[in-house]
């Protein structure tokens, strides 16, 4: 009995250090009231495809910053369907998707499936780190609180849509636009809007166009059909998204130009051995 009642008291001796830990944590996070204002300028670390870190600009002073008003009503539905369906009716978490989270990570036995907003990928995006721990997912929930008692749901989705990774070193939908369509985001059509949403599960990966393009198409045929049954796009509009074929002249010039760039090295390396 002695030996129960000492590992009670070590555990909640181990609880109350560990609740005081994540207190102490919370305090330290930087202020989000800043981010309302939309002429600020945030400096974060965003990864390349190499693991390397570079400096990024969160705000108007970004070449590629897309404001609310410039980015079609189309590209913010095909996100919101695609990454936070509830998102409108929410307050930062959705308590439902992270029951089933659990739910679906206790069957698999890791940390296999998020649960997060939109809101919550922002504030991670924007402070934290990425890696799966239970105190980092404290921080990234608390943060979300803030900010959705601080920013409105539609300076939320502009921050969120100027910092999500759509390629290798392309971050947010300006860049996107114009690394794969050479316009800039104002013009996206709805398919080439469903098209960039399509690729936010794993621009890197699973839907990189470059080697899934086909997977990425299918994707966003889902999306076009989702904004078809919230009202976004009338049954004409739908259609007609439906029967565009992407025009990724951008993203195949950008292919072409890495392959020459590679001859080019690889025919400087072997003839330059020579001399």
């Given amino acids: 009995m002695k030996i129960i009642k000492w590992l009670l008291l070590g555990v909640c ?3 109350v250090l560990y609740g005081l830990f994540i207190v ?21 670390q965003v990864k390349d495809w190499k693991g390397k870190l570079h400096p990024f600009v969160v705000g108007p002073q970004n070449r590629w910053w897309a404001a609310s008003k410039d980015i079609p009503p189309e590209m913010k539905w095909a996100v919101v369907v695609a990454e936070d369906a509830n998102f409108y009716q929410h307050e930062g978490i959705d308590v439902q998707a992270i029951k089933n989270a659990i739910k679906y990570d206790l069957e698999k036995k890791r940390f296999a499936r998020g649960a997060s907003t939109i809101t919550q990928q922002t504030a991670k995006n924007l402070f934290l780190s990425r890696e799966k721990t239970i105190s980092r997912k404290i921080e ?23 910092i999500v990774e759509l390629g290798p070193m392309v971050y947010g939908v ?7 369509f ?3 985001a104002s ?14 599960p794993g621009p890197k ?18 999306l076009l059909l989702l904004l078809r049954q919230r009202g976004v796009l009338t049954e004409a509009e739908y259609r007609s998204a439906l029967a565009e074929v992407p025009n990724i002249s951008g993203m195949q010039r950008k292919v072409d130009q890495s392959f020459s760039g590679k001859v080019k090295s690889f025919l400087k390396n072997i003839f330059g051995g020579f001399r």
């Fill in 140 to 162: 990234e929930i608390y943060l979300a609180k803030r900010i959705e008692q601080e920013l409105t749901k539609g300076r939320i989705l502009e921050i969120y849509l100027n």
């Fill in 13 to 15: 001796g181990a609880t």
């Fill in 182 to 184: 050479d316009k800039p």
């Fill in 174 to 180: 300006g860049h996107g636009a114009h690394y794969y």
């Fill in 187 to 200: 013009d996206l059509t709805p398919r080439e809007c469903a098209f960039l949403a399509a690729m936010l």
């Fill in 24 to 44: 102490m944590q919370l305090c330290r996070l930087p202020s989000v009231a800043s981010l309302a204002d939309r002429s600020m300028n945030l400096t974060i």
């Fill in 205 to 222: 990966k699973v839907y990189n166009p470059y080697r899934n393009l086909d997977r990425v198409l299918k994707r966003s045929d889902m």
